[in-house]
């Protein structure tokens, strides 16, 4: 039985439910095991993927309106290098370019987003549709189509339309609810005809915590303690509205699938024979996948969120819960909205428990889980700060997720590593290194008897970062973003994937070790090409500077700054004269 259902004695029902749902998963079992050689179930999806505002630019083109990142990203210090998905990767003018990209890779599947803004520019349906939008999203889905590529595409990947924010404050306010149904009730009668996958919300638990918790994220509010769940509470009331009018209104004509894309860190017990860390580590996982997934497999939240929300929130003084509750009848509308989940994994934490005495101000999110993160300093890190390569962590994540929510169909919606902007390598061993483990991860958990149905690597171009600008690069496809164009480059690891999809997996020592043989000595032609255009456009950059203002300023500098090193040249040869003639007489 799981440790948090020993918690939960006053919840009857809640404890059944853990009873049935999660006594399967041992967190005491901890087999990392050896690389496993074989293949995939036959039609198992292989994909790639990116998202609206962090690959298409044109964000105030042919009647687009502002979402709340064209906002953020506009305002100084928000961003890395005060960088913006203005332009991004131009890919609303490379439709074609892009899908030769995956017809290379010979990709099964390609997930996007659609810009909320881009088709209801003020997010309100009634206000105004544009035609051009719907237009640039119908020729995408139908030269994917035309190229054997099935569409995954999410509705909401965090470009919330600025006028909702700006009149209603966003996901902290429960009319989202509406107009993200008319906007999905849209995108069902527009495309719905060709579009048999849909993802209602991207990573949710980054847009209620990072958005309106901390802050870092669009639009930018530090509601600790509240503004998280409030935001989580309406965003899962909307995904349950969206589910039901597909159901009703569009499955039997379209029959197509409805799913919701959670992201989840493995939390691993620093000490597995420790009770506390355990449970510690479960609670990671339940507020971080489990505050989404639970209500809707299950009806509601986590017991162990309820009762660590619910008991801080008195020892502060309050007279209810900062987790909102759902009402009976909300519990059963929202249980069972899944058709298939999509699941965004990228690293494990080890976890171990941690007071954290509640105070009137310091209360958020974090501190009410009591416990603290901690990373193995030998885990390896190529790019972003937070992101560890633990492939074991995978595999336990998707049994985790087969034992709690009964097995459910699983796409893997977003894996992957990244490395530093300033990386100009092609060759990225260590991304192959990536893919190959965490892949292979995933392989074992399909013979654990999970349903994983497809992956999908992130991403298929280096794009926007949010906060991080366009300082890490996800890319299988390097992008040169100092050039205007634009242009992809091929990393080694395109060559790595295509053979991992063309062979279904792994099927022996030899090859696969071949295959990244073959892609290292590959990636060296593109390297070249790379460098080649670096030094043209490094030419052309030193060559405009000579016309920009800041060239005056370099002057300056030169003015002043070679005199002097002269002049202290001089005279320091001088000095050394004198003593040499001085030791010499
Ligand atoms: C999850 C987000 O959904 C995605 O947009 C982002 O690129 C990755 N994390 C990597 O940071």
Known sequence: MQPRCAVSVCHVFMLVLCLSAA???????N????????????????????????????????????????VFSHKKGKIQLNDTGDSSCEGYYKIKDD????KDLRLNHYRFSIAWPRIIPTGVKSDHVNEKGIQYYDELIDHLLESNITPIVTLYHWDLPQVLQEKYGGWQNISMVNHFNDFANLCFEKFGDRVKHWITFNNPWSVAVEGYETGEHAPGMRLRGNGAYRAAHHIIKAHAKVWHTYDTQWREKQKGLVGISLSGDWGEPVDISNQKDIEAAERYVQFYLGWFATPIFHGDYPQVMKDFVGRKSVQQGL???RLPTFSPQEKSYIKGTCDFLG?????????????????RSSNSYFTDRDLAELVDPRWPDPGSEWLYSVPWGFRRLLNFVKTQYGNPNIYVTENGVSEKMMCTELCDEWRIQYYKDYINEMLKA?????????????????????DEGYSERFGLYYVDFRNKNKPRYPKASVQFYKRVISSNGFPNQREVENWKRKA????????QLLAAEEQRSTAANILRLIHDPLTSHMEMVTEIVVPTVCTLSILISAVLLMFLLRRKN
Not at 446 to 466: P, Q
């Open 343 to 359: 699941i965004g994994h990228f690293t494990t934490r080890y976890i171990t428990h941690r007071n954290d005495p509640p105070g």
């Open 31 to 70: 087999n990392h095991g050896s690389f496993y050689y074989g293949t995939f179930p036959a039609g198992f999806s292989w994909g790639a993927g990116g998202s609206a505002y962090q690959t298409e630019g044109a964000w105030d083109k042919d009647g687009k309106g502002l979402s709340i990142w064209d």
């Open 319 to 321: 007279g209810t819960s």
């Open 446 to 466: 399909i013979r654990d008897g999970v349903n994983v149905k497809g992956y999908t690597a992130w991403s298929l171009l280096d794009k926007f970062e949010w």
């Open 520 to 527: 290292v000595e590959m990636c060296s032609s593109s390297n």
């Open 23 to 29: 006594e399967d998963f041992d967190w005491t079992k």
């Open 99 to 102: 899908i030769s990209l995956m």
